[in-house]
């Protein structure tokens, strides 16, 4: 069995792998020993674990996942991957981003790919046809953008994502809404644009918490695929392992 856990900035997410056969996957607010220790004693026959980390995590679990593996990769940026990394400063590369790009690769191999995370920041990542991670850009995601304007400005209320909401604000609350959501789809669309003048057979790969409302929204065919970042820490992981 092959363990992928991806520690993030507001939850733990983790996956177990028979092969690359998805058997079970949840989420915690943290990882701690008492989380760990469940998913190992329910699963046995762990053979396998990576770990992705945008934070500390405590130290007894990183001993246990050593003693009970027969292979434990923490990821950091010296990990081998099946993907060419073309950022100019791999050192800074977030490695969440590293291995959605793997992950999308996966899916659609040989094909240019233009991957959105859409979460607290929205990630735009481009990895070309020869499986070469491009690099990519960052911007504040929906909510963050709706909590800026709430604590930088002195009236402005904060407000919450909808679904279905007015394309043009007619009080203050449907202006924020309309502003921020009509905003983020007009920049992605742009990307989108863009890039598709670029590589005109260009798949676009969306992910995050915010997916479900992009692909209702955005004028252009998407691949939506949950968990991509776990699925590609998982071909990491089995790259290492052969």
């Given at each position: 069995?092959?363990?992928?856990?991806?520690?993030?900035?507001?939850?733990?997410?983790?996956?177990?792998?028979?092969?690359?056969?998805?058997?079970?996957?949840?989420?915690?607010?943290?990882?701690?020993?008492?989380?760990?220790?469940?998913?190992?004693?329910?699963?046995?026959?762990?053979?396998?674990?990576?770990?992705?980390?945008?934070?500390?995590?405590?130290?007894?679990?990183?001993?246990?996942?050593?003693?009970?593996?027969?292979?434990?990769?923490?990821?950091?940026?010296?990990?081998?991957?099946?993907?060419?990394?073309?950022?100019?400063?791999?050192?800074?590369?977030?490695?969440?981003?590293?291995?959605?790009?793997?992950?999308?690769?996966?899916?659609?191999?040989?094909?240019?790919?233009?991957?959105?995370?859409?979460?607290?920041?929205?990630?735009?990542?481009?990895?070309?046809?020869?499986?070469?991670?491009?690099?990519?850009?960052?911007?504040?995601?929906?909510?963050?953008?709706?909590?800026a304007l709430n604590q930088?400005?002195?009236?402005?209320?904060?407000?919450?994502?909808?679904?279905?909401?007015?394309?043009?604000?007619?009080?203050?609350?449907s202006a924020?809404?309309?502003?921020?959501?009509?905003?983020?789809?007009?920049?992605?669309?742009?990307?989108?644009?863009?890039?598709?003048?670029?590589?005109?057979?260009?798949?676009?790969?969306?992910?995050?918490?915010?997916?479900?409302?992009?692909?209702?929204?955005?004028?252009?065919?998407?691949?939506?695929?949950?968990?991509?970042?776990?699925?590609?820490?998982?071909?990491?992981?089995?790259?290492?392992?052969?």
């Amino acid at each position: 069995m092959n363990l992928v856990i991806d520690i993030g900035n507001t939850r733990v997410k983790w996956a177990l792998f028979r092969d690359r056969e998805l058997v079970t996957q949840d989420s915690a607010p943290e990882l701690t020993l008492h989380v760990l220790g469940q998913i190992i004693g329910d699963f046995h026959d762990v053979k396998l674990a990576i770990l992705s980390s945008v934070k500390e995590f405590p130290k007894e679990c990183r001993d246990l996942l050593t003693e009970v593996t027969d292979l434990f990769i923490e990821l950091n940026h010296n990990t081998p991957t099946p993907i060419v990394n073309r950022y100019r400063t791999p050192e800074t590369l977030g490695l969440d981003r590293l291995a959605a790009a793997i992950g999308a690769s996966t899916a659609f191999p040989g094909d240019p790919l233009l991957i959105i995370d859409a979460g607290t920041a929205i990630t735009i990542d481009l990895v070309s046809p020869a499986n070469e991670y491009l690099g990519g850009n960052i911007s504040p995601g929906i909510e963050t953008r709706f909590r800026a304007l709430n604590q930088f400005t002195g009236k402005l209320p904060l407000i919450q994502l909808k679904n279905d909401f007015e394309p043009l604000g007619g009080d203050t609350e449907s202006a924020i809404r309309a502003g921020v959501q009509q905003g983020v789809i007009f920049e992605l669309e742009s990307y989108i644009a863009h890039y598709k003048k670029v590589y005109p057979e260009l798949v676009v790969v969306l992910t995050g918490g915010h997916s479900n409302f992009l692909m209702k929204h955005i004028g252009a065919e998407l691949k939506q695929i949950e968990n991509l970042t776990l699925t590609g820490l998982l071909e990491i992981l089995m790259f290492n392992a052969s």
